[in-house]
């Protein structure tokens, strides 16, 4: 499976950007598709990256982490085997790298290391 992410860019605060993920390799239909971010300058641990949204790939669940509720929305579209992070008011503290994953593991998880494939990282950096 071939992750891209795309859409990233620099916009001011209360800003809004829309990244896209596009899938390749497997029907996206068999896989939970996550969003993460990783924030410039720290650790590139593999599990510093902090867990942003997921969309389920049974019944199309979407559960946010607090920081985002409200302000970002997933959505995904099978046919087209692609999925998209709707981010609205943004905040400098959104500024980072962010990656698209997926795992086709059967319960809603946050944990980096549950998901199996990734995408290179698309830069988002919010000025105030």
């Known amino acids: 499976v071939q992750l891209q992410a795309s859409g990233g860019g620099s916009v001011q605060a209360g800003g809004s950007l829309r990244l896209s993920c596009a899938v390749s390799?497997?029907?996206?239909?068999?896989?939970?598709l996550g969003w993460f971010r990783q924030i410039p300058g720290k650790d590139h641990e593999f599990v510093e990256r902090?867990?942003?949204?997921?969309?389920?790939?049974?019944?199309?669940?979407?559960y946010y982490s607090e920081a985002v509720e409200g302000r970002f929305t997933i959505s995904r579209d099978d046919a087209k085997n692609a999925g998209w992070l709707q981010m609205n008011s943004l905040k400098p503290e959104d500024t980072a790298v962010y990656y698209c994953a997926v795992t086709n593991l059967g319960i809603a998880t946050m944990n980096p290391l549950e998901f199996d494939y990734w995408g290179q990282g698309t830069q988002v950096t919010v000025s105030s």
């Open positions: 902090e867990f942003v949204a997921a969309i389920a790939w049974s019944a199309g669940y979407r």
């Open positions: 390799g497997r029907s996206l239909s068999r896989y939970t």
